[in-house]
């Protein structure tokens, strides 16, 4: 009887693997050495200390595995890591291990020899100061000009640069952390903080992140923060300086988490904070677990550019509870939150503004098109052998929206909203492929039988280049208007005094500015920026076109202008198009040499990066 009902069970246990895709482990990540179908990082313990003045972190972490095949050794992602030592916890042992020359793109291979019995190891190690995954800001980048800031930016493939770890996003760990910094500095971890301030040592922070997260979530900042709450559940880590000016910005917080929740499920992670970094943040937000890392170049003042903020959060569904298996799938994490961002807008602005950004997004992804080569204008590229980095076009982000837009249009918003509901809780804490995603449509849809599908062909939204001719394409009255009023006034058929701009909105700006020809002629120029001061715009995107017009135009007045915007923003979206223009310019090579060279100390390793290359090409 008794072995009877212990083969039942095994019996079950089996048929519940079988029955249970082990999504990401099972997949090869070409993004990573790691073999985690062997060996698997399950929980880690950090311990750190961050020193400004070597621009290192020392580090021990603690590795938990899941040994899931016993002779196997275990292989991590490691890049610039200076080991100090790898032994067993808690005895000690030293470990044997080996590390393979460094590869520019993916760094080295760690395997570690691991005897009968071992399940859990702690390295000891330093990082570069020039970790590839972290930026050490030096005072006179930040706010307040006087204490230094730190911050990492992990996604896609750099925690490897400042954590041994398996660097794919088809495993996951929980974590705990503890963090040593000088006493005027705060640390903001992507897990709870443990203690309240009143209560905690200065100078030592603790987290906990309870949730599975995979590596590319990992994030730590330092600096001289201060913190004020918005919401029951969300508050503004930032400088004393930006702190009631973010605080201001981001009052919806609150009600876009709602938003999402009453559609899509509960919010997963118990707090939702926002950190505001130094401008030289190469990136508009990171979607990191618990709180969100974002640039200082949102805070407008009248709330028009927080589409950031419900883009990061939707993340928390779409990403951080669902994630991409591989970067080969990175459509599924930012093609979902571009489009759960657009419900968002709408919820809490309005359908005009849904309808503005979704179009708005439909015409980058047609710009888009026109330079990225056919083989990457697919919904699943192949980024093998290439930094997944240079994957980070328009089309995961639009090309994925359009195609959940037109199952929305076609099915309804009811159906729809349930479908992706099912999909974010039937694979919460999982690592997910397309193809993942084409089983659950036909499951969920069986799109064979439903005439409301008809003609719908997702193997080509997949697999092919292009957008698909059954594609539901985006209108936008508000827009067409704005581009009417841009294509009359740039004839001349309407005049400039004839503008009514004291009406329009930072959107209505985009899309006037975003509908121009190459270039004005500079009385148009002068008239237009003595009317409405753009040259004097302190709106970061607003002043980004207008440059731009100003650049190709050769719109000197606002020379002094884009020197000193450039030399201050380290975003990529908002600085790599400024740099380019002036390139195209007469002599533009030499005035680009002199100011990358004055600005790119305060650039991100990223940002210098990409600027690099790009003025090399023009050589
Ligand atoms: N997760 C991305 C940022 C990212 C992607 C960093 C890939 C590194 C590699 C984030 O959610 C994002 O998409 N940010 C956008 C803003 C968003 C509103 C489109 C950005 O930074 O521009
Ligand atoms: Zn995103």
Same mark, same amino acid.
């Given at each position: ?6 083969? *039942? ?15 990401? =482990? ?26 400004? #003045?070597?621009?290192? @972190? ?20 490691? *890049? ?40 859990? @190891? ?8 020039? &970790? ?8 006179? /980048? ?21 954590? +041994? ?25 992507? =897990? ?26 990992? =994030? ?8 004020? +709450?918005?919401? +029951? ?12 000016? #973010? #605080? ?57 550019? $927080? ?59 047609? =710009?888009?098109?026109?330079? $990225?080569?056919?083989?990457?204008? *697919? ?33 309804? *918003? ?13 694979? &919460?804490?999982?690592? $997910? ?25 997702? /193997?080509?939204?997949?697999?092919? +280049? ?102 201050? @923003? ?50």
């Amino acid at each position: 009887m008794r072995i009877h009902w212990l083969k *039942r069970f095994l019996d079950l246990l089996m048929c519940m693997t079988a029955m249970i895709p082990i999504r990401g =482990a099972t997949v090869a990540d070409p993004h990573s050495y790691s073999q985690p179908s062997r060996v698997a990082l399950r929980h880690l313990d950090l311990d750190l200390r961050v020193d400004f #003045a070597e621009r290192v @972190i020392e580090g021990r972490a603690t590795w938990s595995l899941d040994r899931k095949d016993p002779q196997a050794s275990l292989v991590m992602d490691i *890049r610039g890591l200076d080991l100090l030592s790898i032994r067993t916890a808690p005895q000690g042992q030293t470990l044997s291990h080996r590390i393979s020359p460094n590869d520019p793109i993916f760094g080295s291979r760690l395997e570690v020899d691991l005897p009968e019995g071992v399940h859990c @190891i702690v390295i000891h190690y330093r990082t570069a100061p020039s &970790a590839s995954g972290l930026q050490w800001v030096g005072p006179e /980048g930040t706010a307040g000009g006087k204490q230094p800031f730190l911050y990492s930016q992990s996604q896609a493939i750099h925690a490897r640069s400042w954590v +041994p770890c398996q660097d794919t996003p088809g495993v996951r760990f929980t974590y705990k952390a503890k963090v040593h910094v000088a006493p005027v500095l705060r640390v903001v971890m992507s =897990a709870l903080e443990q203690e309240q301030a009143s209560d905690r040592p200065s100078g030592i922070f603790q987290f906990d992140q309870p949730k599975p997260i995979p590596s590319y979530l990992l =994030a730590l900042a330092v600096g001289r923060l201060d913190f004020k +709450p918005i919401g +029951p559940r969300s508050g503004v880590y930032a400088e004393p300086e930006t702190l009631e000016k #973010a #605080a201001a910005e981001f009052v919806d917080t609150e009600a876009m988490i709602q938003a999402v929740e009453k559609r899509y499920g509960p919010y997963a992670w118990g707090r939702y904070d926002l950190l505001v970094l130094p401008p030289s943040f190469p990136f508009g937000g990171m979607e990191n677990p618990v709180v969100t890392f974002a640039t200082p170049t949102i805070l407008a003042g009248d709330k028009s550019l $927080v589409s950031l903020v419900a883009h990061e959060l939707a993340h928390s569904w779409s990403g951080n509870l669902v994630t991409n298996a591989t970067w080969r799938d990175f459509w599924l994490n930012e093609g979902f939150t571009t489009y759960v961002e657009g419900r968002i807008m709408e919820d809490l602005f309005g359908p005009e503004r849904g309808d503005f950004e979704r179009r708005l997004g439909y015409e980058e992804l047609l =710009a888009e098109l026109k330079e $990225v080569p056919e083989p990457d204008q *697919r919904l699943i590229p192949d980024f093998t052998g290439r930094d997944p980095d240079d994957g980070v076009t328009r089309i995961p982000y639009e090309k994925g929206r359009l195609l959940l837009y037109q199952l929305e249009s076609r099915l309804g *918003r009811e159906r729809f909203d349930s479908f992706l509901r099912g999909w974010f809780t039937n694979n &919460a804490w999982k690592s $997910v492929t397309s193809e993942d995603f084409v089983a659950y449509y036909n499951a969920e849809l069986k799109p064979e039988q439903d005439p409301a599908l008809k003609g719908l062909n997702l /193997g080509e939204w997949l697999n092919k +280049p292009g957008i698909p001719a059954s594609a539901t394409i985006p209108v936008s009255e508000r827009l067409t208007k704005q581009v009417e009023l841009a294509e009359k006034w740039s004839k001349g058929a309407l005049k400039t005094a004839d503008l009514e701009i004291r009406e329009w909105s930072t959107q209505d700006w985009l899309a006037f500015l975003n509908h121009q020809p190459l270039t004005l002629p500079l009385s148009l120029m002068a008239e237009l920026d003595k009317k409405a001061q753009l040259t004097e715009k302190s709106n970061a995107e607003v002043a980004h076109l207008w440059y731009l017009l100003a650049i190709r135009s050769g719109y000197k007045a606002a020379d002094g202008a884009i020197d000193a915007y450039i030399s201050r @923003i380290g975003r990529r979206k908002l600085v790599v198009p400024l740099y380019k223009a002036l390139l195209g310019r007469p002599n533009g090579q030499k005035r680009v040499m002199g100011l990358f060279e004055k600005a790119r100390s305060g650039y991100h390793p990223i940002t210098s990066g990409t600027l690099e290359r790009l003025i090399h090409e023009d050589q």
